[in-house]
T-cell receptor, first 113, second 117 residues
Framework: KAGVTQTPRYLIKTRGQQVTLSCSPI?????VSWYQQTPGQGLQFLFE???????NKGNFPGRFSGRQFSNSRSEMNVSTLELGDSALYLC????????????FGQGTRLTVV | QKEVEQNSGPLSVPEGAIASLNCTYS??????FFWYRQYSGKSPELIMF????GDKEDGRFTAQLNKASQYVSLLIRDSQPSDSATYLC?????????????????FGRGTQLTVWP
């Protein structure tokens, strides 16, 4: 069974630009959650999508948005990038919503310069 | 109080010793508890989950849950240098004040473990 696939793996963007990250969950999993990880803050929850609906949202500004498609693939978008957005962005796939076991992709390392 | 708290460490143990990692959580209604291992530069990997009070063993790993005291721990027996990583505790918690009936996973900041030869 294929794992969680995130693309791209690495990204360098300029301040003010926008970026879209992609996540394909494990086949059959309908929940996708996104996290931001930085050395100082640990894993910070961004949002969760289940059956194309946002089920939970963390405390991030509106520049961070996401969506989920009918095949459960999800995208995360960050607009007007700031230097502080440099981080590892992780996608986690779960079979159900409600805080069940989550399986992480390899992450996208975003660097904003 | 944070939803999930862990000692940040670092925790350093010699090879062959037992490493004990602890985690406390805030929501008495939590039902699912998970331990993840994260090597430097890699993504978190699920290594254990526990739902019921008591111990659950899987190879060299034992997860212990005490819902009355709201803590969960992970014991690593016969620790190996390859166990050196950051261990994250995750608990399903119902977000407060959101009117939602669905919980989500909350992660601790992680405990850095070093096993020296």
């Amino acid at each position: 069974k294929a794992g969680v696939t995130q693309t791209p793996r690495y990204l360098i963007k300029t301040r003010g630009q926008q970026v879209t990250l992609s996540c394909s969950p494990i086949s059959g999993h309908r929940s996708v959650s996104w996290y931001q990880q930085t050395p100082g803050q640990g894993l910070q929850f961004l949002f969760e999508y289940f059956s194309e609906t946002q089920r939970n949202k963390g405390n991030f500004p509106g520049r961070f948005s996401g969506r989920q498609f009918s095949n459960s693939r999800s995208e995360m978008n960050v607009s007007t990038l700031e230097l502080g957005d440099s981080a590892l962005y992780l996608c986690a796939s779960s079979p159900r919503t409600g805080g069940t076991e989550a399986f992480f992709g390899q992450g996208t390392r975003l660097t904003v310069v | 109080q944070k939803e999930v708290e862990q000692n940040s460490g670092p925790l350093s143990v010699p090879e062959g010793a037992i490493a004990s990692l602890n985690c406390t959580y805030s929501d008495r209604g939590s039902q699912s508890f998970f331990w993840y291992r994260q090597y430097s530069g890699k993504s978190p990997e699920l290594i254990m989950f526990i739902y019921s009070n008591g111990d659950k063993e899987d190879g060299r790993f034992t997860a212990q849950l005490n819902k009355a005291s709201q803590y969960v721990s992970l014991l690593i027996r016969d620790s190996q240098p390859s166990d050196s990583a950051t261990y994250l505790c995750a608990v399903n918690i119902l977000p407060s004040g959101r009117g939602s009936t669905l919980g989500r996973l909350y992660f601790g900041r992680g405990t850095q473990l070093t096993v020296w030869p």
